[in-house]
């Protein structure tokens, strides 16, 4: 080996070397920092707040905030708090954990082998009470689509969602304001069932829908009962799945 590669070589390896001195004098600087603040006693927990004290985090408290994994944390609540999502977990130095979410907005009840609630995603979430109150319909007929339902569980079932898209756009019609939708039968193949109510009270009147253009046929629901208002009160059912509307009266004495 010549000379002038023999000095190459050598300057080669003191580069190295200077190298590997430098990335080990960093890795363990941050392994110091990271140390110090895992033990010190100036960033311990003191509060774990969130909006409306939403959640029992009390055993946190006196824990180093460096020590406590946030990720696998906001996983935890979301399993343990299946009504919230999109749950976020920040750390307010010296000793604040800030814990923010998203409250799932019920829009139906779906009777299974308990009353879950479900959102406008088809995720199904525990009720307090296991039975159904008034606001919101019930969604039936989906026992032999849904097996063994979980809570904080998204569901992609073509009846769920059509069932979600009923109750949606019934709740955002202006003219079906002056009616309740008490529930909604997903079980015939051929089509759906809605029992309605005339509001603030009145018998119950059976809408039947066919599975397509939903959100047309609810338009065109409260288009016929404005027309007919006068004698809703008498309305059995609604036959929506023709080309022509349907609609029957309740027989009178």
């Excluded at 944390?73 to 920040?90: A, V």
């Excluded at 089509?191 to 018998?203: E, H, K, V």
Aim: net charge positive; aromatic share 12%; charged share 25%.
């Amino acid at each position: 080996m010549s000379a002038k590669a023999f000095k190459k070589n050598k300057e080669f390896f003191a580069i190295g070397v200077i190298l590997i001195i430098l990335v080990l004098g960093v890795a363990s600087c941050v392994s110091g920092i990271s140390m110090f603040l895992r033990q010190s006693e100036y960033f311990i927990i003191q509060e774990v707040a969130s909006k409306n004290n939403e959640f029992n985090l009390s055993y946190l408290k006196g824990r180093n905030i460096f020590s406590v994994d946030l990720r696998a944390l906001s996983l935890q609540l979301e399993n343990r708090y299946s009504g919230y999502s999109k749950i976020r977990i920040t750390r307010l130095l010296p000793g604040i954990l800030w814990v923010d979410f998203l409250k799932r907005s019920p829009v139906a009840f779906v009777k299974l082998y308990r009353y879950f609630y479900t959102d406008e995603e088809g995720v199904l979430f525990l009720c307090e009470e296991n039975s159904p109150v008034t606001g919101m319909p019930v969604i039936t007929g989906l026992d032999t689509k849904i097996f063994g339902a979980q809570s904080g569980k998204k569901y992609q079932v073509r009846e769920l969602k059509l069932a979600i898209e009923i109750a949606t756009a019934f709740r955002e019609k202006k003219s079906l304001k002056g009616y309740a939708l008490r529930e909604i039968d997903a079980s015939p193949p051929e089509g759906f069932s809605c029992m309605i109510y005339p509001l603030p009270f009145g018998r119950g009147i059976e809408v039947r829908f066919d599975l397509a253009d939903l959100k047309e046929k609810i338009s065109l629901l409260g288009n016929l009962l404005n027309q007919s208002s006068k004698s809703n009160i008498n309305i059995k059912y609604v036959d929506l799945r023709f080309k022509e509307p349907a609609i029957k009266f309740y027989e009178t004495d």
